[in-house]
C-alpha cells in the first residue's frame, strides 16, 4: 500500500464574506459534484469510497454532531463518515492513517465553515476556554494572539512597518487567486492606520470573517493511477499540541510548531527545508504569525523573522502565494486551504501564480489560543 | 472484498475509566479524564512518555466547550504529543477505537491513547441532542434520543404484554450487571419480580417508552491504550487484538415517509453486521462471540437490535432476553458492565464498550467479568441519526 498518500482530485468554492444564500450543505454539494465528476469515484462497496472523512464544528455550525446534517450530501449514506473537530489539516494526517492502515484505500475528504453564521468569532473561540479562569476574563483567539505578537515582535524584533507589508502582499497575492476572498488592494499606509483591535494588532492585521467549503479525493499509491494522471503526494505529517495557560507557555518559542515540522520532515525524510522544500503555505491568522512560524518551519533563523521580512524571505521561500489565510480563509479550514495551493502548485494549475519546478511543498496550520496546536503536511510531485 | 489485510496488528494494551456519576462535582473536565488516563497508564505500566500520539473526542455542546482537547491538555497529558481530535456523535468513543487502531496500524504511531469524555452535567442533554436536527424542519419535532418509535414496533409485533415483559426483563438483567460494575452509575437492586409494578409506575416519557426504560445522563471519561503488535507484545501480558471494524452512518433525517413493512428500511445495525461478519468469514455470530458490550441507550433498542446484530429471525431475539441467555453465564452475555442503561457519559459511552469488551477478554473485568473463558468478543456504538460502528476483538492473533 505504499507509504505515501495520493491526492488525485480537490474541489472547492471561493473564499466569501457571507453566504447568505447558501446552506452549509449547498456548500459541499458545489465541491462533491466536481470531485466526482473528475474522478469518476463511486461509493461500490468493493471498489468504491467506502470511507468520508469530514471537518466541520459545532460550534460554528450551532448544531449538535455538525457531520449528521451533512451525511446525505458527502455520499455517507451507509457509509464511514468520521469529523475531524480540529484543524481540517489533522484531517489528511488522519486520512493518511487510515490509508497507511489498509483499512480504506479510497477517502473522500470534505470540509466546510461558514464563520458568517455566528454572531461573533471571538464569541466561538472564547468558548474554548476553561469556565473557570479564562473564559470570564474575556480570552479568546484574538486578544491572545496580541499577547504573543508582542512577545514574538520583541523577540525578532518585528515592527509595525513589516507587518503592514505582510498584508499589502497577502491581498496582492489573494487577488490573483480565483479562489481567494475578494479583498479590497490596501497599501502599507492603510494597514498603519488601520484601528487598533487587541494592541498591537490592528484590524488589517487579521484574517477577515470567511465562508469556504473544500473537498478532495485521496486515495493508496498503487490506486492513483484509476483517479488522475497527476497525483500529488503527502509524504509527512506531524502535530503538536502545547500548554493550555498562557503563563505556563514561552509564547514565542515555536515550541509546537517546531515539533510537529520535524516529525512532518522526518516522516517525509527532509532533512534540510530551505534547500529541500520550494513553496510553504503558511497559517498567518495575524500578520506577525507569517515570520513567526517561518521560524518554527525552519526558512527563517530563530530571531530573526523581522530581518528576514526585509531580506526578502517571503519571496526566496515561495511564501503564501495563495494570499494565504490572511487574505481569508474560515479559521477551521486554514490547512486545507494550504494544502490546496500546495496541490495546485505541484500539479501545475497555479495559473500566473505558478512556481517554477516545485517539488516539494509544505502545508501549516494552527489551532486554539496563539497556535496551541500545530500540524504540517509535506506533499510533493511524482518525481520527489 | 476491497478490504485490504492490516498493515500491522494493533492491540489493545492499557483500559481506564472513571467512576461514572450523574455529578461528579469533585472535579472539573481535565481532572476527571485525568482519572482514566491516570488508571489507563496504570494499568499498562506506561508513562505519558510511552505514548506517541492522543486522540479525544466527545461533543462540544453538551459543555459548550470549543475543541476541548486545548483545554483538556491539563489532564489528557497530550503536551508536546500529536494530538488528534475527532468526532462522531454518539458514536464518537467507538470512532476514537476505529481511529487509533488505524493510527497505531499505519505505522506513522506506535502507541496511541484514545480519550472519550462527557460531563452532562454541566449542559442540558436532551437540548443538545435535539439541537442536532434541522433547524428550519425537524428541530421543533425533535425529542432528542427520546423516541417510542421502537416500542411500538415490538408492541406492534409482539403485543403489548409480551413486549414489555421483555424489555422490563432486560432492563432488570442489566441493572444486575451494573450491580456487580462499581464503575456504574446506575445500579438500583431491582429484581424480577418487580416488573409488573415498574410496567405500572414508571413515568412514560414519550409513548410507551417509560422513564425506567431509559439510560440516564452520566459524568465519566474512559482511556484506551493501543499498541502495534510488535509493543503490544513487549509491553503487555495479555494484549487484546483489534480485528476489524466498521462504521456506518446514513442520512440526516429518518426516513419515515414511504415507510413499508413490506419493504423495510434497512438498518445501519443490520448492514454493518453483514459486512463485518461477511469479510470475516463468520457465519454464525451468536455462537463466534463469547461476549457482546452493545450500544444500548434504551430497552426497546436494546431488544430490538439483537435481532439486526445477530441475523436471528422470528421472536428468537426476544426469546434470548426472556430466557435470561443475555445474562452473565448464559448464551450470549450482553453488557455485563450494565450497558449504556447503567452509565451513559455520552462521547465516553462507545469506547467503554470497547474497553469493557476488552476487560472480558483479558479476563480481569472484576466482579462483573464472565465465568467461562472470552476469545472473541463484539463491541457497538450507535449515536447521529442510526449510525452503527462495530468492533470485533480477539485473544488470539489466530484469524
Known amino acids: 500500500m505504499g507509504r505515501r498518500l495520493a491526492v488525485c482530485a480537490v474541489a472547492q468554492i471561493k473564499n466569501h464574506p457571507n453566504y447568505h444564500y447558501l446552506r452549509f450543505q449547498n456548500m459541499l454539494l458545489d465541491c462533491f459534484e466536481p470531485i466526482m465528476e473528475q474522478t469518476q469515484a463511486t461509493f461500490d462497496m468493493e471498489t468504491g469510497i467506502r470511507t468520508i472523512i469530514t471537518c466541520s464544528d459545532d460550534v460554528f455550525d450551532a448544531r449538535t454532531i455538525s457531520d449528521n446534517g451533512i451525511t446525505d450530501v458527502v455520499g455517507a449514506h451507509f457509509r464511514g463518515e468520521e469529523k475531524i473537530a480540529q484543524e481540517s489539516i489533522n484531517g489528511l494526517g488522519y486520512a493518511m492513517a487510515c490509508i497507511l492502515s489498509g483499512h480504506d484505500d479510497v477517502i473522500l475528504f470534505m470540509g466546510h465553515c461558514k464563520e458568517s453564521q455566528g454572531e461573533s468569532r471571538r464569541m466561538v473561540s472564547n468558548l474554548a476556554y476553561d469556565p473557570f479562569y479564562c473564559r470570564p476574563l474575556g480570552m479568546d483567539y484574538h486578544n491572545v494572539a496580541a499577547l504573543q505578537a508582542r512577545a514574538y515582535m520583541e523577540k525578532s524584533q518585528i515592527t509595525d512597518a513589516q507587518l503592514a507589508k505582510i498584508v499589502v502582499r497577502s491581498r496582492k497575492n489573494g487577488a490573483k487567486n480565483p479562489y481567494g476572498r475578494e479583498n479590497k488592494l490596501v497599501d502599507e499606509e492603510e494597514v498603519l492606520n488601520s484601528p487598533l483591535y487587541s494592541d498591537p494588532l490592528r484590524e488589517l492585521h487579521l484574517y477577515p470573517v470567511t465562508d469556504w467549503a473544500y473537498g478532495m479525493l485521496l486515495c493508496s499509491e498503487e490506486r492513483a493511477a484509476e483517479f488522475t494522471k497527476n497525483p500529488v503526494w503527502i509524504t509527512g505529517y506531524g502535530s503538536c499540541m502545547d500548554r493550555y495557560f498562557m503563563g505556563d507557555r514561552d509564547l514565542a518559542s515555536n515550541f509546537s510548531l517546531k515539533n510537529a515540522a520535524q516529525r512532518a520532515y522526518a516522516m517525509a525524510g527532509i532533512k534540510d527545508p530551505r534547500k529541500e522544500i520550494q513553496l510553504f503555505e503558511l497559517a498567518d491568522q495575524a500578520a506577525y504569525q507569517l515570520p513567526m512560524w517561518a521560524e518554527g518551519v525552519g526558512i527563517a533563523d530563530e530571531g530573526q523573522g523581522g530581518q528576514w521580512i526585509d531580506e526578502g524571505g517571503m519571496e526566496t521561500f515561495n511564501v503564501n502565494l495563495s494570499g494565504g489565510q490572511l487574505n481569508g480563509n474560515p479559521l477551521l479550514l486554514g490547512g486545507a486551504a494550504r494544502v490546496i495551493e500546495c496541490y495546485y502548485q505541484l500539479s501545475r494549475q497555479a495559473g500566473e501564480r505558478q512556481v517554477e519546478n516545485a517539488k516539494r511543498a509544505v502545508a501549516q496550520a494552527a489551532t486554539g489560543g496563539a497556535g496551541q496546536h500545530q500540524a504540517v503536511i509535506v506533499m510533493e510531485t511524482q518525481g520527489g | 472484498m476491497a478490504h485490504h489485510k492490516k498493515n500491522r496488528n494493533v492491540g489493545i494494551i492499557g483500559i481506564g475509566q472513571t467512576k461514572h456519576s450523574s455529578h461528579r462535582e469533585d472535579v472539573n473536565q481535565p481532572e476527571l479524564i485525568h482519572e482514566a488516563v491516570r488508571l489507563a497508564l496504570q494499568d499498562a505500566n506506561l508513562t505519558m512518555k510511552d505514548i506517541d500520539c492522543v486522540v479525544h473526542g466527545n461533543m462540544e455542546l453538551f459543555e459548550m466547550v470549543h475543541q476541548p482537547d486545548l483545554w483538556h491538555v491539563l489532564g489528557t497529558g497530550a503536551y508536546g504529543k500529536d494530538c488528534i481530535r475527532i468526532t462522531t456523535g454518539g458514536t464518537v468513543g467507538a470512532t476514537l477505537s476505529c481511529a487509533s487502531d488505524n493510527l497505531a ?295
Open chain 2, 105 to 399: 496500524a499505519s505505522g506513522m504511531y506506535d502507541i496511541v491513547m484514545a480519550i472519550g469524555f462527557e460531563k452532562l452535567q454541566e449542559g442540558h442533554t436532551t437540548g443538545g441532542i435535539t439541537n442536532m436536527a434541522d433547524p428550519l424542519w425537524f428541530r421543533k419535532i425533535q425529542a432528542g434520543a427520546l423516541t417510542g418509535s421502537s416500542a411500538y414496533d415490538v408492541e406492534r409485533e409482539f403485543g403489548l404484554e409480551r413486549a414489555n415483559r421483555a424489555s422490563l426483563t432486560y432492563r432488570i438483567i442489566m441493572d444486575k450487571h451494573a450491580c456487580l460494575n462499581p464503575n456504574a452509575h446506575r445500579a438500583f437492586g431491582l429484581e424480577f419480580s418487580q416488573i409488573d409494578d415498574l410496567i405500572r409506575t414508571s413515568p412514560k416519557l414519550v409513548g410507551e417508552l417509560k422513564l425506567i426504560e431509559m439510560c440516564s445522563q452520566s459524568d465519566g471519561a474512559c482511556c484506551v491504550i493501543f499498541a502495534c503488535e510488535q509493543k503490544a507484545k513487549e509491553l503487555a501480558r495479555t494484549p487484546v487484538w483489534i480485528r476489524d471494524h466498521i462504521t456506518v452512518h446514513r442520512e440526516e433525517t429518518f426516513n419515515i415517509f414511504g415507510y413499508d413493512r413490506k419493504v423495510p428500511v434497512i438498518k445501519t445495525h443490520k448492514f454493518a453486521a453483514e459486512q463485518l461478519f461477511g469479510r470475516n468469514g463468520i457465519k454464525d455470530p451468536l455462537n463466534y462471540f463469547d461476549v457482546f458490550e452493545m450500544y444500548d441507550p434504551a430497552t426497546w433498542w436494546a431488544i430490538d437490535w439483537l435481532r439486526d446484530f445477530f441475523a436471528l429471525h422470528g421472536d428468537e431475539h426476544l426469546k434470548l432476553v426472556e430466557n435470561k441467555e443475555i445474562m452473565i453465564g448464559g448464551r450470549m452475555p450482553i453488557n455485563p458492565s450494565g450497558g449504556v442503561i447503567g452509565s451513559n457519559p455520552i462521547g465516553a459511552t462507545a469506547l467503554i464498550r470497547v474497553a469493557e469488551a476488552a476487560l472480558q477478554v483479558r479476563g480481569n473485568a472484576g466482579p462483573h467479568q464472565i465465568p467461562t473463558p472470552v476469545k472473541h468478543a463484539l463491541a457497538s456504538g450507535f449515536g447521529g441519526t442510526m449510525w452503527t460502528v462495530m468492533t470485533m476483538l480477539e485473544k488470539e492473533l489466530n484469524w
